[in-house]
Structure formats: C-alpha cells, structure tokens
C-alpha cells in the first residue's frame, strides 16, 4: 500500500491557532521592549524579543538542517533500515530553507542596526576613543567582519539549501520516472559524501559566526560539535515522533516495529553523545580555570542567575534517556518513546535558551509571554511546512535499492 498524507483542515486549523498565537508574541514582544525603560536595563530588556527571535530561528532550522545531515548520512552510509521513513526525513529536511531564509534575515537585521546582540557588528566598537571600543574585539575583527561573516553566511545558506533541494528532487523523480538502475539513488549517494564533507565543516563555524559570537569574548573549540549533537538529537526526535504520529492515524503501515526500536536506540545515542559534550566542554573548561574561558559558566552559574535551566535541562536531556529508554522494550513502545521524545525536544530549547540569553539579556530573563508564544508560533510555522510537503508525495518511496530490506527489516 502506498498512501499518500492527507493535511486535514483540522490539522492546518491548529498551525494556523499556533502561528496566529506567535504574530500575538510577537508584537506582544516587541511593543513591551519598546517601551522598556532608558539606560542599561533597558538595552538588555530591548534584547530579550530579539534573543527569543534567535532562540527560535536557529532552534527549528537546527532541525531542519540535522535532517537533511541525517538523509545524506542513510546515502553515505547505504543503510537501508531507514527506507521505510524516508518520505517524513525528507519533509523534515523541507524546513531548513525557510529557517535559513529566516535566520539571514535575522542576521542582516542585526547589519543594519535594528537589534544589537550581535556587538561585533557595532564599527564603533573597532575606534579607538569611542565610547564602546573595545580592544578584545580587534583580534577577532579579521574574521567577525561584516563582509567575511555575510559571504559565509550566504555560502551556508545557500549550498546546504541547494543539497536539500537536490536529495529532495531525485527523490521524487525515482519515484515518478522509474529508476530500474538506481541512477538516481547513486547519484545522491555522491551528492551526499559531497555534501557531509561540506557540513562537517560549517556545522561548526555556522555555530561560532552565529552563537558563539553573541558572546563575543568567549571560545570554545568543542562548541560546534556540541551544538551539532543538539540539533541532531532534536531532528532524531521530530522524526521519531512524526511516525509514531502518522502510525498511530493508520499510515506507515509497512514501517516494521524494527524500525521503531531503530529509531529509539538513535534517540539513545545521540542523547548520550550529546551529554558527554556537554560534560567534557563544561569539566574542561573547569578545570583549567582560564578567565577567558570559564567566564562563561560563571556568568550562568553565578553572576545572571541561571544555574537552574542551566542544571535542570542538563537532568532532562541526559537522565530521561538514560532511565526510560534503556531497554530493549521501551525503544519499541510509542507511549515511551512520545514521552521522552517530547522531553527532550524542551530539553534542548532549553539548552539553546542557556546558551543565548545570558549573553542577550544578562540577568534581565525570565520564561514568560514572549518567549512562550514566539516559541509556539515558530513551532505552528515549523509543522505546517513539514506537513505541507509530507502531503506532496506518497508516503513510501518507489524504486529504491533498499525497500524490500527495510519493509523486511528485523533487530
């Protein structure tokens, strides 16, 4: 049987509540940051919507991005126990140009002066016997400069969107044309080594250029694995909890309960991955106690009061896994794995509210309003593009080499 989605007026009444809820959080937001008050807390007040407009960008394209990482990974790789979910991989990948999209327009905002928590993009800040200068920076201006940092940018947003585009499109022209000889399916599998390689290295400077470099002072060079596994993890998750959503609405019927349990030990792994990064950033940093670098936990630690989500999200996204998803049983168990699933999804915005607002908004934060509904209006966006493109396609794929095996699939 090869269904196709049907996106229900229901379903699209419900994206539409959500982003209608975030243009509320929006404006909610940014009139109560116009009428901040003057002087320094208002700066960090005036921060707090376009802190929450960074959080939520770079957290659902993140998704997007790591989908697209993980489809090219299934090529590489010739793995076919995957083959089966293929078609909710790839409409999970079709976000990532509409984050990107958002993301460069976040960036040039900050360009032309219209949110400042980017500080590196203050030129005064480079002149000696200006008010802001700040010498730390003039090591750092070689690379964080406007026309370095935009051509960077644009290379990220164009090249991973264009793969995506491609994986995407060959995908469905197998599907439509025949691929008797699996052309197709080996062209993208060459497509997709070109593409790891390429992500292998932007993953990590697209992270310094635009997180890292929010606190501009501070490095890390675990960074742009750490934030790599983060995403990752919350891509694993969508996808995990999309087929468990379509299964349970009487789609997917050739997805095998192997492929669930496949899907939950990736949960388990990526999970784990992410935790010990975060451990060996944080225990490094730690122990060598340089100022340069341990100035980042103690601004969140001790300084801008946020060693609860700081702590709180870390026992989320490490001991919700490791508990609920340790045996065999519960990776194939849709109950557990939507618990979970949905767990950790907050884990890691709360992990990326951690690492963005104390360096937007110091200890002028607190999980209100604006954050709640931008957050809910960029998830309605996120799902409605998703499922939009999910409903484009058939929900099997045709004429790939690894269908039959993945159908037949058995751990």
């Known amino acids: 049987m090869n269904q196709t989605f049907t996106f229900t007026d229901k379903a699209k009444r419900f994206c539409y509540i959500l982003m209608g809820i975030g243009i509320v959080g929006l404006i909610w937001g940014y009139v109560s940051d116009g009428n901040a008050p003057e002087g320094m807390a208002g700066h960090y007040h005036h921060n707090r919507f376009w802190g929450n407009m960074l959080l939520n960008t770079f957290f659902f394209m993140g998704i997007g991005l790591a989908a697209t990482f993980f489809l090219a990974l299934q090529y590489a790789a010739e793995a076919g126990w995957a083959t089966t979910v293929k078609r909710v991989i790839e409409a999970v990948t079709c976000y990532l140009p509409v984050g990107a999209g958002l993301m460069l327009l976040m960036l040039v905002l900050g360009a032309l002066g219209v949110h400042h928590i980017y500080e590196w993009m203050d030129q005064d800040v480079y002149v000696e016997g200006s008010p802001v200068f700040d010498e730390g920076m003039l090591h750092k201006h070689g690379y964080l400069n406007l026309p370095f940092f935009f051509a960077r940018t644009l290379a990220y947003v164009l090249v991973w969107s264009g793969f995506q585009r491609i994986f995407r499109k060959r995908s469905l022209e197998a599907d439509l044309n025949g691929d008797n000889d699996h052309i197709i399916h080996f062209k993208n599998r060459k497509s997709a080594a070109i593409f790891l390689v390429f992500f292998g290295v932007t993953s990590s400077t697209s992270s310094w250029d635009w997180l890292m470099s929010i606190d501009v002072h501070w490095f890390s060079t675990m960074f742009g694995w750490y934030t790599f596994s983060g995403t990752w993890i919350g ?92 045996s065999r049983d519960s990776k194939r168990n849709a109950g557990f794995l939507t618990i979970v699933g949905l767990c950790i999804l907050f884990g890691h915005w709360m992990d ?46 045709k004429n790939h080499p690894y269908l039959d095996e993945s159908k037949h699939l058995h751990t």
Do not use: C
């Open 352 to 397: 990326l509210y951690v690492v963005v607002m104390p360096a937007t908004v110091h200890e002028y934060w607190h999980i209100g309003l604006t954050e709640i509904t931008i957050g809910l209006g960029f998830l309605g966006l996120f799902l409605f593009v998703v499922l939009s493109n999910l409903a484009k396609a058939p929900l099997m794929v």
């Open 235 to 326: 891509a694993i998750v969508t996808i995990t909890l999309l087929v468990l959503w379509l299964r349970k609405n009487g789609y997917l019927e050739e997805v095998q309960e192997s492929t669930i349990h496949d899907l939950g030990k990736w949960m388990f792994a990526v999970s784990f991955l992410w935790s010990y990064l975060w451990f060996m950033q944080f225990m490094l940093i730690w122990y060598t106690n340089l100022p340069e670098e341990v100035s980042y936990y103690f601004d969140r630690l001790h300084m801008y009061g946020y060693r609860w989500p700081m702590w709180i999200m870390f026992i989320i996204n490490f001991t919700f896994p490791m508990i609920m998803l340790m």
